[in-house]
């Protein structure tokens, strides 16, 4: 089976950033409340001039530049979000039209929420096997969560951030794993939908999805291990969703971990959704923490509820 190599990666951020202490003379919380609880001490929302759209063109004209490849280069653009601008057309086709290509490329959004990511990777891998997308794909991670937050809710509107990442891939023949799958549990962790006796804001069961994460992240894991012939310690890096540091703590004591292999971000970002995990690859890159070599495992979880892993070398 064909891997997949990450040759390229960028990012976006909007230009506000929301801390903690600015939350608290919103609504009744504070930095301890949130930090203690979640890691998180602050988040990016957009402005009313920026959107999903915007983060992630700005991440893919970044990861185009990182890869050394102009937008005609690629073949196919697949964008993980659930918060698209528009119902459709799609955020990978507003991108497709922000780096003003000269040839037409398959491009779609792909939602599985906080696994999207993974999701995504993997949809492109399968797409380059079977030859009709040409050599180099664009996979973008890209949310704008604040604009379907309650306010009201301290539960959730604490948690969440807007962002977005990308990478250029390619084929590889590199060792390489994937594990992924979803239950039909949508009580658990839903957002806006079309039917009308539903409120149009982000909702969840924080606990629920707690003890769902514990039980996914680790079980990813070792299939991941399993069908790669990898042990957990030669691992170069762990990149998990970024949605609690309590979970990725939770999950190293579970396995028995080594923490330093586990990076986290969320304290920068707050929770991404799609765009976490490539938002934590984009900053790993940027440090030169892939050497050749290395071996990588992302692992998501959310709502469907869903779950994703994949084992990259680079």
Known sequence: MKGLKIIGMGRSVPSQCITNDQLSTWMDTSDEWISSRTGIR????????????????????????????????????????????YRTPSVACQVQQGLQMNHPVPCFDLNAACSGFVYALETARCLLAGGNAGRYALVIGAECLSRILNQ??????????????????????????CVWGAKGEVEQLNAPS???????????????????????????????????????????????HQANSRIIDHVVKKLGANPAQFYKNMDRYGNTSAASIPLALSELWEQGAFPAGSQVACVGFGAGLTWGGCLLTF
């Not at 920026?50 to 964008?79: F, M, N, Q």
């Not at 009201?152 to 390489?176: C, I, K, N």
């Open 42 to 85: 602050q988040r990016y929302f957009c402005t009313p001039e920026e959107s999903c759209s915007t983060l992630a063109l700005e991440a893919a004209r970044s990861a185009l530049a990182s890869a050394g490849l102009s937008a005609d280069d690629l073949g196919l653009i697949v964008t993980a979000t659930f918060t698209a601008d």
């Open 152 to 177: 009201q809710d301290r539960g959730t509107f604490v948690l969440f951030g807007d962002g977005a990442a990308a990478a250029v891939v390619e084929l590889s023949d590199s060792p390489y794993a």
């Open 194 to 240: 079309l039917v009308p006796e539903q409120p149009g804001v982000l909702s969840m069961d924080g606990r629920a999805v707690f003890r769902f994460a514990v039980d996914a992240l680790p079980r990813c894991l070792q299939e991941l291990c399993q069908q790669s012939g990898t042990t957990l310690e030669q691992l170069n890096q762990i990149v998990c």
